[in-house]
């Protein structure tokens, strides 16, 4: 049996924001905190291949409807601001359109984080691209974000596409909105 693959873990940044839908935000983080460079689930010999980290513009943050759950964010988005060099990855969960809408429409700081990430360089220095993962209707931010940035691909709740062009269009982003990549 090869000794397991031992290297050091992709840093995650995980944005989270008031009323942001828990399954986008959890469904991520139990898949990233669970997976590791070993094939033996036993030992966890081979450490973790994602380390995450919660960024919020305020300390806690009531996520899903009725403030169903309040979570503790290991960074303010200021401090992740002045740390953008130490992650590899960001992930925009979505939530409501109401909630997305008015993200998108006070040029928040989520999407100041979103902006700075996206003109980042990766691997500390080495010019690799940094990855933003958007889940469901956090497209809808990363799309606004992107403005002045051209190719980006982006897809959404199939009942959003239409918002999602429309507030890109709104932003003057060249994104192209992928409704199903099913061969039919």
Partial sequence: MAPPTTSKPHRVAVLIFRD???????GPMEILTHTYHDT????HSGGPVFR???VASTRTVSVGGND??????????QEALDHLADFDVLIVPGGHPTVMMDLVGRDSPELQLIRAFATQKGGEGKGEEKTILSICTGALLVGVAAAG???LKLTTHNKAYD????V?????????V???????
Avoid: Q, Y
């Fill in 52 to 54: 995450t980290t919660i």
């Fill in 168 to 176: 890109c269009a709104k932003a003057k982003s060249e994104v192209e």
């Fill in 40 to 43: 033996d689930p036993s030992t």
């Fill in 178 to 184: 992928v409704e199903t990549t099913r061969e039919r």
């Fill in 20 to 26: 942001g839908d828990i399954l986008d935000f959890a």
């Fill in 149 to 151: 940035g051209g190719g």
């Fill in 68 to 77: 169903a759950l309040t979570l503790t964010a290991d960074m303010t988005i």
């Fill in 163 to 166: 918002l999602l062009r429309e």
